[in-house]
């Protein structure tokens, strides 16, 4: 069984970042982060991603909004960051407050500016392979790790269990696509499917992102599955400092001994996603200049 490293893979992407900035000739690239209110996972992931930024020579400016913000104020941020040339890429952090439609304002952010790739255009130029757009950080960092793991997923069976806009409906996209690390048959599954463990079985390739601690067990999958584990799930643990601990949608220690690969959580798909958003914005900086 080889354990994909995605902290080791994700320094990789960004030692290669960090080499690209260095080198570029005059300004460097710029991302702006909206965050409404201080809900505690939002915080630390906001703080990982400024930390990430610095570190390859990305500049970061930071808004921080109420958790009562109006739309209106809300979206006039937005629109400011939109107009602003120094601002290369715009980063919203989910999970926003209620009273705020995510969708709409993820549309509000200039596709070419959208780091996230949440936008309806970017999530469409994904649709038709049109390699302009942004690829939304998670299941871009999927394709990576899946890549550089040497997992193969040409003619094979890729099962995405979970069918988020985020998560679910890209990665399926991305592996579905005609491209090396694509050409997969892909079979979506969700909360709703019926006997999902006989299809789960049927997986070469198993994406999970249903967002329920330890739900793929050792009995829904087959020998030599690959696996990639996307929940983060906080479940209590009295013994650890914080009082909870981060395990994935994946029960690793049965569906380990099964598996040809498999993901750790903390440590596999989680620092891709903040690689990945260094590279969006670099690309966003480059077609910004050009
Ligand atoms: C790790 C996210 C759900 C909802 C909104 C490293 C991150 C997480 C884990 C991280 C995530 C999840 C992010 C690890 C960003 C990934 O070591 O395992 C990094 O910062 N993430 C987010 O911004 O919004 C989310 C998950």
Redesign the pocket.
């Known amino acids: 069984m080889q354990l994909i490293d995605?902290?080791a893979i994700a320094e990789s992407i960004i030692e290669e970042l960090t080499k690209e900035v260095g080198a570029l000739p005059g300004k460097k690239p710029v991302i702006a982060v909206i965050r409404v209110g201080e809900d505690p996972?939002?915080v630390?992931?906001?703080r990982?991603?400024e930390k990430t930024a610095a570190r390859i020579g990305i500049g970061s400016r930071m808004h921080i909004l109420p958790e009562d913000v109006s739309k209106e104020d809300l979206f006039a941020q937005i629109d400011a960051l939109n107009a602003d040339p120094d601002v290369n890429g715009i980063l919203i952090?989910?999970?926003l407050p209620n009273h705020i439609d995510e969708t709409e304002t993820f549309n509000r952010v200039l596709p070419g500016k959208d780091v996230d790739g949440f936008n309806t255009i970017n999530i469409g130029k994904l649709c038709q392979e049109d390699s302009s757009g942004f690829v939304a950080?998670?299941p871009a960092g999927i394709v990576q790790l899946i890549e550089r793991s040497g997992i193969e997923t040409q003619g094979k069976h890729v099962v995405v269990l979970g069918r988020s806009q985020?998560v679910g409906k890209p990665a399926a996209l991305l592996m579905v696509r005609k491209a090396v690390s694509g050409n997969a048959t892909v079979t979506i599954c969700h909360s709703r499917t019926q006997d999902l463990p006989s299809i789960t079985r049927q997986a070469d390739v198993l994406i999970a992102a249903i967002g329920r601690p330890n739900f793929v067990t050792g009995d829904m999958v087959k020998e030599g599955v690959a696996v990639i584990d996307v929940g983060?799930n906080r479940v209590v643990d009295e013994s650890r400092k914080s009082g909870y601990r981060?395990v994935g949608d994946v029960d690793f220690e049965a569906v380990s001994q099964k598996a040809s690969h498999i993901t750790p959580?903390?440590?596999?798909?989680?620092?891709m996603?903040?690689a990945m958003l260094m590279h969006n914005t670099l690309r966003a900086f480059k077609a910004s200049q050009s």
């Open positions: 995605g902290n996972a939002s630390s992931y906001v990982k991603k952090q989910a999970p950080c998670t985020i983060i981060l959580v903390p440590g596999g798909v989680g620092p996603t903040v």
